[in-house]
Each structure stands twice: as structure tokens, then as C-alpha cells.
């Protein structure tokens, strides 16, 4: 007795193959049929099929679009149907999307991070005025306290008065200033201990102690 076994690797490669051999020889079957009309049913037929096999993209928006999408990459774009959404080109869905700048690292003082040096960046575009030097004041205690973050040491105003000159290209200029910055005792709060956290070990040290003192009273008996 003779088998006629048929492998994968013989068979015609899946495009997509979430949706089985079977969606994929239905869609060869489409595009074979000469009739316009019969064509449209039987593509409109294997897009209910291929949600009802993908029930997870009906939460997804526009998911009939998304389908027929799918029914034309599927047929490699050879099906000739009306979609509602209309037909995608082959050169639109497989073009490469534009390569994404590189991230450009903070400069030589890193402890501050990226986000103070776009606020610095952001300072030198406002006009002078008393909304600046407040936002400029502001910038100098952040980073004094990113400073303190870092190194845990004292900080002298001078030096962070100088790095914010540095940064700004000697545009924010705080070095002859007679403004001082926050102490470090502010910048630097403790949270308090939550209270709750104190009843409940509260509790649990008068339930060892009652635990306690009733084995002893038993132990005695």
C-alpha cells in the first residue's frame, strides 16, 4: 500500500500563518474565480472567516481594515477585489520606516540628567524678565539637588552656578548673582514614617507580648 504523504517543507509557502493552509488556498481560490461579482462574495466570506479565526482583533480599532489588509497581503497582492477601505500597495506596506535618531547622551556633568538640559535649553528661549530668573532659579535648585543625589557631599552654590553656566553655552549667567539656592536639609527630605505602619507593628508586638505572657500563666498552672 502506497501513501501520497505531502511534507510542509514541499508545500507553497505561508504568508501569514495565524490564519492556517486552509485561509491560504481559499484566497488562491479567489483570485482564480473570473466573475467579478463571485470574487467580492467570496473575499467578503473569507474576511468573516478570518475574524472569526482572530477573535482577539475585534478590541482592536478598525479591525474590518486591518482583515482586508490582511486578505491582500495574504494573496500577495494579486486578489483583484473591492475593498471598502480600498486596495494597499505592496511598496507602502513594506516600506521601512525612517531610522530614529540616536539618543544623544547627557553632557560631561551626567548626575543632572537629559531633562535639565533641555529646561536650560528651553530658559535661553524666554525673554528676560522676572518669569525667567524665577525659571532660572528654579533650575539651579534642581540641579543642586540632582547634584546632591549624586554625591552625597556638601555643595558649594558656586559650583552649581558655574556647571549652569556651562550648559547654557554662558548664556545663564548666576556666577555674580546674590541669590542663594535651598539648603540641603529642604532639598533633601526624609519622608516621615507612615502611622499606620506604626499602629500595626504596634499590634503586632502586643499580640507577641499577650501570646506571652498567657503560655507563661499556663506553664506556671
Not at 504568508?15 to 492556517?20: A, F, T
Not at 532660572?136 to 552656578?161: E, G, P, Q, R, S
Not at 542663594?180 to 532639598?187: G, Y
Request: aromatic share 10%; glycine share 4%.
Amino acid at each position: 500500500m502506497e501513501f501520497d504523504l505531502e511534507y510542509n517543507s514541499g508545500r507553497e509557502h505561508l504568508i501569514i500563518p495565524e490564519y492556517g493552509r486552509h485561509i491560504q488556498k481559499l484566497v488562491n481560490h479567489c483570485i482564480a474565480i473570473e466573475d467579478k461579482e463571485e470574487r467580492n462574495k467570496m473575499a467578503k466570506a473569507i474576511i468573516d472567516v478570518m475574524g472569526n479565526l482572530q477573535p482577539h482583533l475585534r478590541d482592536v480599532p478598525d479591525f474590518k481594515h486591518k482583515l482586508w489588509d490582511q486578505l491582500y497581503i495574504i494573496s500577495n497582492f494579486e486578489l483583484d477585489a473591492d475593498s471598502p477601505y480600498g486596495k494597499p500597495s505592496k511598496e507602502e506596506l513594506q516600506a521601512k520606516p525612517e531610522p530614529l535618531p540616536y539618543p544623544k547622551s547627557a553632557s560631561k556633568y551626567r548626575f543632572y540628567g537629559n531633562n535639565i538640559q533641555t529646561m536650560i535649553d528651553v530658559a535661553n528661549t524666554w525673554e528676560a524678565g522676572e518669569e525667567k530668573d524665577m525659571l532660572v532659579f528654579t533650575i539651579a535648585n534642581h540641579m543642586k539637588k540632582c547634584y546632591l543625589n549624586w554625591n552625597k557631599d556638601t555643595v558649594d552654590d558656586a559650583v552649581i552656578f558655574k556647571h549652569l553656566l556651562d550648559l547654557s553655552d554662558g548664556k545663564l549667567d548666576l556666577t555674580n548673582s546674590d541669590e542663594v539656592l535651598s539648603e540641603i536639609k529642604n532639598l533633601l527630605k526624609k519622608k516621615k514614617p507612615n502611622n499606620n505602619n506604626n499602629r500595626n507593628g504596634k499590634n503586632q508586638n502586643y499580640k507577641s507580648n499577650h501570646k506571652k505572657n498567657y503560655k507563661s500563666k499556663n506553664y506556671k498552672k
